[in-house]
């Protein structure tokens, strides 16, 4: 089945501890975003990735990073997470010919206390 | 200015009518490209239809038509013969193919729609 993986579904963290949200996708995409989800602010974007090692900045970089080694995963790295990054993150992909259609992951729930 | 906007917080319909969200975009473009994605309760993000700037006919697929309006550049969804699982929150979003190698997609703050029976 074509599919966005991503883990953890839910996760609560304290400030500071370093954390890890992983996306893997098997339909063989050259693009990967993440996106961040807060109520009444939409859908606004962290990070895409072309290819493999490219990777940019979105409209909502600060504290994040990401990486691009292989071309089905792209994790989303939080170094020191901060309250104001308690949200729903979505990890995209989408072929690089195609018209724009993104299919999204299930979504991960990241609470920072 | 915003990009994308979706004027309704909120809208009920009765199921088994058809029901219209609304969404204004804005762009200097010439080439892009406009989706509706829904999000029900559970969280997922599902793709429902996609109408591009040159594209000469309405979209349509099953139940949901794109109501596209390029010179008020207005993309409104069209849902008819709603069903209970129609509620959900609906966003409008737009990608401007002009803008290089980033596909991202600007979203609209959405709409919740409850159906009721």
């Known amino acids: 089945e074509a599919q966005v993986t991503q883990n953890p579904r839910y996760l609560i963290t304290v400030t500071g501890k370093k954390l890890t949200v992983t996306c893997s996708q098997n339909m063989n995409h050259e693009y990967m975003s993440w996106y961040r989800q807060d109520p009444g602010l939409g859908l606004r974007q962290i990070y895409y990735?072309?290819?493999?090692?490219?990777?940019d900045k979105g409209d909502v970089p600060e504290g994040y990073k990401v990486s691009r080694k292989e071309k089905r995963n792209f994790p989303l790295i939080l170094e020191s997470p901060s309250p104001n990054q308690t949200s729903l993150y979505f990890c995209a992909s989408s072929p690089a010919e195609a018209r724009g259609e993104q299919y999204f992951g299930p979504g991960t729930r990241l609470t920072v206390t | 200015a915003q990009k994308i906007t979706q004027t309704q917080p909120g809208m009920f319909v009765q199921e088994k009518e058809a029901v219209t969200l609304d969404c204004t975009y804005d762009?200097?473009?010439?080439?892009?490209?406009l989706f509706w994605y829904k999000q029900p309760s559970s969280g997922e993000m599902i793709f429902l239809i996609y109408q591009g700037s040159y594209d000469e006919q309405n979209a349509t697929e099953g139940r949901y038509s794109l109501n596209f309006q390029k010179a008020r550049k207005s993309a409104n969804l069209v849902i008819s013969a709603s069903q209970l699982g129609d509620s959900a929150m609906y966003f409008c979003a737009m990608r401007e193919f002009e803008g290089g190698s980033n596909y991202k997609l600007t979203f609209g703050k959405g709409t919740l729609l409850t159906v009721n029976p």
């Open positions: 990735s072309m290819n493999v090692e490219v990777t």
């Open positions: 762009t200097s473009d010439q080439s892009y490209g």
